[in-house]
């Protein structure tokens, strides 16, 4: 599986396995649980293929197998990782979890074609690791232990790369699909649409093909069907939030200052919330900027703070006490577009940003509300002076 970014925590997900060409390796503690599962449920498969070993010697077996599983996921990832960085898009970390790995990406592909080496190549990784243990299968002897451990990575293996090859977001299949669909349209939307629809038609379909196989004598069915609704909504999700992102960025090129910036009325930091207030309705203002005495702008008002203020104190309350001071990042140039607006948004997030001109002089304030609005619903907030 492969992921493209997403707002990540400052701390690393799990134990640092090390780094791969820079890219940090992360084992989540959620692996935890699926080895002791793995180890658990095989070891009875390892007693039974392999005679003459000890009840501990079996566990130990499955143990290594849940560890060799986990080593082939994280080259499956590697995978993945290897093509992004080739074609230039770093990749933040990798991180190999309870269902799986994750390598994620931080930059969406621009071709097509990008897209497809960097989904093909982990199922391809994966499906080697089979074709591997498959080759060095027979030069193990019937009822070893190097025999029973190859034997479960050639299955492993190929389930990994035939799981992952299902045809939709975020799996690999779904990238490719994806591609395919961005190919033929000539739109990476369309492309992401047809693959985020494709991972709910996936999701629903191992739900049912789980519920279709449990037999009601049968023990570890249920922990087949639980597996398989965890699996579900995972798919499920990122299926969903693959369309959201596309849909948001598909709004980007929309974005511009210009059009959204809402003209400021400069107060100094004295004046009661009140009067500035009444100052801004009269002239039909909807931001306030603070000045200092030499009318350079050092504080954005908060609308969130001033409708904070009970209206009772809103005349012995300076607007100083209600505003933002401005820090480095809180300043805009009114030439920001997209992409670039989105980037000062994640460097300094805030409510407001003051907005200046090329020389410098202040052309008016930028509800962090109003850019939302615009990516949520696709429209110019009403209200905005165009
Ligand atoms: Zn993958």
Redesign the pocket.
């Known amino acids: 599986?492969?992921a493209p970014r997403r707002n990540g925590r400052p701390a690393g997900p799990g134990v640092p396995l090390g780094r791969f060409f820079g890219v940090p390796v992360y084992l989540a503690p959620s692996w935890v649980f699926i080895a002791l599962i793995i180890t658990v449920s095989y070891q009875e498969l390892v007693t039974k293929q392999v005679p003459d070993i000890s009840q501990a010697g079996a566990y130990a077996v499955a143990f290594m197998f849940a560890v060799l599983l986990a080593l082939s996921l994280l080259a499956?990832?590697l995978g993945?990782t290897a093509v992004s960085l080739a074609f230039g898009m770093p990749v933040r970390r990798v991180v190999i979890f309870l269902l799986g790995g994750v390598s994620e990406i931080e930059k969406e592909p621009e071709r097509p074609a990008e897209e497809y080496l960097v989904a093909i190549a982990?199922?391809l990784v994966s499906l080697l690791l089979a074709g591997i243990s498959a080759a060095a299968l027979p030069a193990a002897s019937p009822g070893s232990v190097t025999r029973v451990v190859l034997y479960l990575l050639v299955g492993s293996n190929l389930a990994v790369a035939v799981f992952?090859l299902l045809p939709g977001l975020p799996l690999?299949g779904g990238r490719l699909l994806r591609a395919g669909v961005w190919q033929l349209s000539r739109s990476r939307l369309t492309g992401t649409r047809a693959g985020a629809w494709g991972g709910r038609a996936v999701a629903a379909l191992v739900v049912l093909a789980a519920l279709a196989t449990i037999e009601p004598s049968d023990g570890p069915g249920l922990g087949n069907v639980i597996l398989a609704g965890l699996l579900s909504v995972f798919i499920w999700v990122g299926a969903s939030q693959s369309l959201t992102a596309a849909t948001v960025t598909s709004r980007l090129p929309r974005l511009r200052i210009g059009e959204l910036v809402r003209p400021a009325l400069e107060v100094p930091p004295d004046l009661p919330v009140a009067e500035a207030l009444r100052r801004a309705w009269a002239t039909q203002v909807r931001a306030l900027v603070v000045v200092d005495t030499t009318g350079r702008p050092r504080a954005i008002v908060s609308e969130a703070h001033v409708m904070a203020v009970p209206e009772a104190r809103r005349p012995w309350t300076p607007v100083a006490d209600v505003a933002r001071p401005l820090e480095p990042g809180l300043t805009l140039s009114a030439a920001l577009a997209g992409e670039a607006l989105l980037d000062a948004f994640r460097k300094a997030p805030a409510s407001e940003y003051l907005v200046v001109g090329q020389d410098g002089h202040t052309v008016g304030v930028l509800s962090a509300v109003d850019v939302a609005r615009v990516l949520q619903e696709g429209r110019l907030p009403s209200g905005v002076p165009a």
Do not use: I, R, Y
């Open positions: 599986m492969s499956h990832e993945h982990g199922p992952n690999d």
